[in-house]
């Protein structure tokens, strides 16, 4: 999931200076989740914006919003308050957002959000880094463990040794990664994994923007 937390009101005020009438976009799907740009914020905010003297044309929950054809679908609903409104707040991620300018050639589009990470829930509320998409996962060695995300300081052969009392050395609210992997390595009986020295990453993995085709993939297969 990818998790977004609001901006300050300020901000967001700053970027509708210029703007009089608004029309609102939220997903319903991770921005839902963290609370960040579902329904409820949505209107919330429609109402923040009221009360700064702004029309709110319109609002949509779209559903993704990091869908384009869908999105590009969705959003002809409001397509007559599209094409009055001076800006389009979106309430979605940072994805979801671009995914949002794309569909609109011609309105400036803002964010409401900041996107943080890819992550898990750990309960209502609380969530928690997990993949940093480095293109190349090591969850199949590490026991599952993430050592790029989890590791402040991203080691692929860990452990640093700074740690104390199983706490990292850089973020000691946080549990030392390596130790978490050790030990889940000892309780799945794999702990000869850490015999073996890994290379480098591959960085050139991480190159952006990056892009997946699954087309060329099965072309590519069907080729070979
Ligand atoms: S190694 Fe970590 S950052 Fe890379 S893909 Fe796997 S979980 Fe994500
Ligand atoms: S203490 Fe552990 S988690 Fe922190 S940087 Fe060192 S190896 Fe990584």
């Known amino acids: 999931m990818i998790i977004s937390e609001k901006k300050p009101m300020e901000e967001v005020l700053g970027f509708l200076k210029n703007a009089e009438k608004v029309v609102l976009v939220g997903c319903n799907q991770c921005a839902a989740t963290c609370k960040s740009g579902g329904e409820e914020e949505v209107v919330k905010m429609k109402e923040d914006l009221e009360a700064e003297g702004k029309t709110v044309l319109g609002y949509t929950i779209l559903d993704p919003a990091c869908n384009l054809l869908k999105s590009k679908k969705d959003l002809k ?3 007559e308050e599209l094409k009055e409104a001076d800006a389009v707040l979106s309430l979605a991620c940072g994805d979801g957002t671009q995914t949002i300018v794309k569909n609109l050639k011609k309105t400036p589009v803002y964010p409401g959000n900041n996107t943080m990470f890819i992550g898990e829930t750990k309960r209502v509320g609380e969530f928690e880094e997990a993949c940093k998409a480095c293109g190349e996962c090591e969850l199949g060695w590490t026991g599952g463990i993430c050592p790029v995300t989890m590791c402040a300081k991203g080691l692929i ?8 009392n199983g706490k990292c050395e850089v973020s000691p609210e946080n549990e030392c990664a390596w130790i978490k992997i050790y030990e889940r390595l ?5 702990l000869e994994n850490l015999l073996e020295i890994r290379p480098m990453k591959d960085y ?7 892009t997946l085709s699954l087309k060329k993939k099965e072309e590519a297969a069907t080729n070979a």
């Open 204 to 210: 050139s993995k991480q190159n952006n923007p990056r």
């Open 77 to 79: 609903a409001l397509k």
């Open 157 to 164: 052969n860990g452990a640093c040794g700074g740690a104390k």
């Open 186 to 190: 000892n309780d799945i009986d794999q």
